[in-house]
């Protein structure tokens, strides 16, 4: 079993529709918990992390974390072309210098 | 500009050869990474440094040795590359997280992609 799991997708959105990101891990243990957004060629890039469980908005961005289903999730409000690009989760467990990362869905947000 | 940079960022080479890939960060980070990341994106981690200390070494065939002349550099060296090692590397930083207790998560450099002939 993968520390980390995602759909591969792609999951296609119309634009200005909300897109919704899930990703699921193993290890109880798991502290910290990361969505990355990674365009084609390029590197991935922070877009936001939660530690609790619940919500956690920024801007058109929802984390959602349910420790106890061991799920995370990432809304995408207004959902734009430019959204479009492989939204990779990634858990911190033990509080270490170690991150895991599942193989990323990809995002098609139709004009 | 701050940031985490990578050279060079593409890297076409025969099988067999040796080759380096090198990293700087100027992010006052203490704790530094490779990921290699396959063609299905899947990012997976190969070495950590902490202050110049190798912290993490997952399984990687000895062929790779990673070098941190210092806290802001990690350096990776490949000897004898085989077809397999083609992949996109990348370094990344962060913060210790054992010490800080803030988890802030990894800033990464541009990617290094390698192609083995």
């Known amino acids: 079993q993968k520390e980390v799991e995602q759909n591969s997708g792609p999951l296609s959105v119309p634009e200005g529709a909300i897109a919704s990101l899930n990703c699921t891990y193993s290890?109880?243990?798991?502290?910290?918990f990361f969505w990355y957004r990674q365009y084609s060629g390029k590197s991935p890039e922070l877009i936001m992390f939660?530690?609790?469980?619940g919500d956690k908005e920024d801007g058109r961005f929802t984390a959602q974390l349910n420790k106890a289903s061991q799920y995370v999730s990432l809304l995408i409000r207004d959902s734009q072309p430019s959204d479009s690009a492989t939204y990779l989760c990634?858990?911190?467990?033990?509080?270490?210098?170690?991150?895991?990362f599942g193989s990323g869905t990809k995002l098609n947000v139709k004009p | 500009d701050t940031a985490v940079s990578q050279t060079p960022k593409y890297l076409v080479t025969q099988m067999g050869n040796d080759k380096s890939i090198k990293c700087e960060q100027n992010?006052?980070?203490?704790?530094m990474y490779w990921y290699k990341q396959d063609s299905k994106k899947f990012l997976k981690i190969m070495f950590s440094?902490?202050?110049?200390?190798?912290?993490i070494n997952e399984t990687v065939p000895n062929r790779f040795s990673p070098k941190s002349p210092d806290k802001a550099h990690l350096n990776l060296h490949i000897n004898s590359l085989e077809l397999g090692d083609s992949a996109v590397y990348f370094c990344?930083?962060?913060?210790?997280?054992?010490?800080?207790?803030?988890?802030?998560?990894?800033?990464f450099g541009s990617g290094t992609r390698l192609t083995v002939v």
């Open positions: 992010l006052g980070h203490d704790t």
């Open positions: 290890d109880r243990g798991s502290q910290s």
């Open positions: 939660i530690y609790s469980n």
């Open positions: 990344a930083s962060s913060q210790d997280v054992r010490l800080s207790g803030d988890n802030y998560g990894y800033t």
């Open positions: 440094y902490n202050n110049k200390e190798l912290i």
């Open positions: 990634a858990v911190n467990r033990d509080n270490f210098n170690k991150f895991y």
